[in-house]
């Protein structure tokens, strides 16, 4: 059994910063890819940022050059940061972590966090 768990969530003003973590847990064969979402109300989830095993990241127009993804693997951390900064109103939502894994024969494994609230508000 995987566990993806975030912290760092919180309420902040616009133009501040926050740094959500996500740490994975279990008997992880592999992790392809790690990824955070968001889901604002009432709107469907979207990808916000992706890193691949190998470092390469891809961001979503909307948050990029304020926010920046990153991973720990040393010592199988498996442990994933998203670093956003001049963060907007419009920033404001869940925030989830995703990662793309594989266990001890099975393939594909698709792992979700439980979220954690992201508030931008003065």
């Known amino acids: 059994q995987v566990q993806l768990v975030e912290s760092g969530g919180g309420l902040v003003q616009p133009g501040g910063s926050l740094r959500l973590s996500c740490a994975a847990s279990?008997?992880?064969?592999?992790?392809?890819?790690m990824a955070w979402y968001r889901q604002a109300p009432g709107e469907q989830r979207e990808l916000v940022a992706r890193?691949?095993?190998?470092?390469?990241?891809?961001?979503a127009d909307s948050v990029r050059g304020r926010f920046t993804i990153s991973r720990d693997n040393a010592n199988a951390k498996n442990t994933v940061y998203l670093q956003m900064n001049s963060l907007k109103p419009e920033d404001t939502a869940v925030y989830y972590c995703?990662?793309?894994?594989?266990?001890?024969?099975?393939?594909?494994?698709?792992?979700w966090g439980q979220g954690t609230q992201v508030t931008v508000s003065s």
């Open positions: 890193i691949t095993s190998g470092g390469t990241t891809n961001y």
């Open positions: 995703n990662a793309a894994l594989s266990l001890p024969g099975v393939s594909g494994v698709n792992s």
């Open positions: 279990g008997i992880i064969s592999s992790i392809y890819a």
